[in-house]
């Protein structure tokens, strides 16, 4: 979680010792992307959080290192929500993106493309899932709420705070307007 596919295919491929090329590895995990993603819902109280920030004019973006494909798959049921973001950066089709999380480059880039750059990378609240993104946020220098998998390891990473639910999230702990 949080690479690239690219290099989720190569690890994979190379571990596994698959007699595949990470390429041939990609054409053949898009056709279950498809059957996988077809209805892809919000984590619990995902949808709830975004329409509070944005309610209360907080910038909110999202930095992913899905491929586009796979995003607009994911998503294509949800653009009402996702339409609420000042804008969405694609890591792995981006070209300012030469070096994939755990590297702080995504965030860093993502920060920048705000109306309001930020001046101070700790006033950046990240929300993240995959311990890759938890390393890459914090090394930015910013503030991440990690939000993992229950079958994730929780010492992968190192975060600000870690919650089993986006609804134990308390905005107020950030100073933010109360959810």
């Not at 004019?57 to 992913?64: G, K």
């Not at 929500?81 to 792995?92: P, Q, T, W």
């Not at 220098?141 to 089993?164: E, F, H, Y």
Request: charged fraction near 25%; include cysteine.
């Amino acid at each position: 979680m949080g690479r690239t596919g690219q290099e989720v295919a190569e690890i994979i491929t190379s571990e596994l010792d698959l007699p595949i090329t990470a390429g041939q590895y990609i054409e053949l995990i898009n056709e279950e992307y498809i059957k996988v993603f077809e209805d892809v819902q919000f984590m619990p109280g995902a949808e709830e959080l975004v329409k509070h920030l944005h309610k209360n004019s907080i910038p909110i973006a999202i930095a992913t290192s899905s491929k586009r494909s796979t995003f607009e798959l994911k998503t294509k049921n949800l653009k009402n929500v996702f339409n609420l973001f000042e804008h969405i950066l694609i890591a792995s089709d981006d070209p300012e993106i030469t070096r994939g999380k755990p590297d702080p480059q995504t965030f860093l880039v993502c920060a920048s493309r705000f109306a309001n750059k930020p001046k101070d990378m700790s006033t950046v609240l990240v929300f993240e899932d995959s311990p890759s993104g938890v390393k890459s946020a914090m090394s930015a220098g910013m503030q991440c709420v990690w939000v993992p998998d229950p079958r994730i390891d929780r010492n992968l990473a190192k975060s600000t705070l870690v919650l089993d639910s986006l609804f134990h999230f308390r905005t107020e702990l950030f100073n933010l307007p109360k959810f």
